[in-house]
Nanobody, 127 residues
Framework: EVQLVESGGGLVQAGGSLRLSCAAS?????????IAWFRQAPGNERQGVAH???????????SVKGRFTISGDNASVNANHMVYLQMNRLEPEDTGRYYC????????????????WGQGIQVSVSS
């Protein structure tokens, strides 16, 4: 069973930093997989923020390029795979609920590409 558990959210002032963590388990880590971060503000659609795959390739939404960095620990079979989102120079527009998502075939930042989702964690940036 695939599980994704987020941690590390909170309230921060504009210009500050936060690091989100996602503990991913249940994937066949010897095969291709992708983990991504999404965010959703009230009244807005869910937006892809950053993606990393088992080849180590990364993708970022233009709104976070140069400020956010996605990274992952090497995973062993049947162990948790940790994926991190380091968020620097945060802006009030970054406020939202952040979700970790995973899939065995996803290649981009479209939410429709991901079958597995965490519960989400709140990030709030004050001005």
């Amino acid at each position: 069973e695939v599980q994704l558990v987020e941690s590390g959210g909170g309230l921060v002032q504009a210009g500050g930093s936060l690091r989100l963590s996602c503990a991913a388990s249940g994937f066949t880590f010897d095969d291709y997989y992708a983990i991504a971060w999404f965010r959703q503000a009230p009244g807005n659609e869910r937006q892809g923020v950053a993606h990393i795959n088992s080849d180590g390739s990364t993708l970022y939404d233009d709104s976070v390029k140069g400020r956010f960095t996605i990274s992952g620990d090497n995973a062993s079979v049947n162990a948790n795979h940790m994926v991190y989102l380091q968020m620097n120079r945060l802006e009030p527009e970054d406020t939202g609920r952040y979700y970790c998502a995973g899939d065995s075939a996803a290649a981009g930042l479209g939410p429709w590409e991901y079958d597995f989702w965490g519960q989400g964690i709140q990030v709030s940036v004050s001005s």
